[in-house]
């Protein structure tokens, strides 16, 4: 089955204690992005890429590092969360960045406290 | 930039009624997407559909591009049909970002 998948899909952590999420990609897109979803602030991009090793900035890159060493991994790492990173975390997959339909992994939804 | 609006923001239906939802943005897109938040959060594509129309089920939706909108029909609604509608558009720009609306809430009652 073609799918986005994000773990751990709840998570909840302490201020300054690294974490990553992983997302995987099992349709051999070249596209993945991360979007954080806030209430009253929609969904914002924080990191995307168009291929392997090629990462560029969203709109709110702050506190966040992503990687992308293979093809159908992209995952985000908080280096030192802070309680403002609280939020609910989408990873998303297309073909090629642009006129293509964009998949939505499962979401994963961070407390930190 | 580009503005996606969305109505209504709310909207409460009996169960098998039927109903449009409508989204506007503010200047020409290379994609556009609706998607159901359910509500254990989790955003589940219905269509990519930059033009035309499509159906899927109790589903449908058009787009007219030239004239910058998109409907989102629903038709027999049911109980599981609740949550957020989503219209998002891809801005133009080399991020390929989506730029979501702030989203229709539905809730279907028995």
């Known amino acids: 089955e073609a799918q986005v998948t994000q773990n751990p899909r709840y998570l909840i952590t302490v201020t300054g204690k690294k974490l990553t999420v992983t997302c995987s990609q099992n349709?051999?897109?070249?596209?993945m992005s991360w979007y954080r979803q806030d209430p009253g602030l929609g969904l914002r991009q924080i990191y995307y890429s168009m291929n392997v090793e090629v990462t560029d900035k969203g709109d709110v890159p702050e506190g966040y590092k992503v990687s992308r060493k293979e093809k159908r991994n992209f995952p985000l790492i908080l280096e030192s969360p802070s309680p403002n990173q609280t939020s609910l975390y989408f990873c998303?997959?297309?073909?090629?960045?642009?006129?293509?339909?964009?998949?939505f992994g499962p979401g994963t939804r961070l407390t930190v406290t | 930039g580009i503005q996606v609006e969305q109505s209504p923001p709310d909207l409460i239906l009996q169960e098998g009624a039927n109903s449009t939802l409508r989204c506007n943005f503010s200047?020409?897109?290379?994609?556009l997407q609706w998607f159901h938040q359910n509500p254990w959060g989790q955003l589940i594509n219905l269509f990519y559909i930059p033009s035309g129309t499509k159906q899927n089920g109790r589903l449908s939706a058009t787009t007219v591009a030239t004239e910058r909108y998109s409907l989102l029909y629903i038709s027999s609604s049911q109980t599981t049909d609740s949550g957020v509608y989503f219209c998002a558009v891809e801005y133009p720009d080399s991020s390929y970002k989506l730029i979501f609306g702030s989203g229709t809430r539905l809730l279907v009652r028995p």
């Open positions: 998303a997959s297309s073909l090629v960045g642009g006129v293509y339909e964009q998949y």
């Open positions: 200047d020409s897109v290379n994609n």
């Open positions: 349709m051999n897109h070249e596209y």
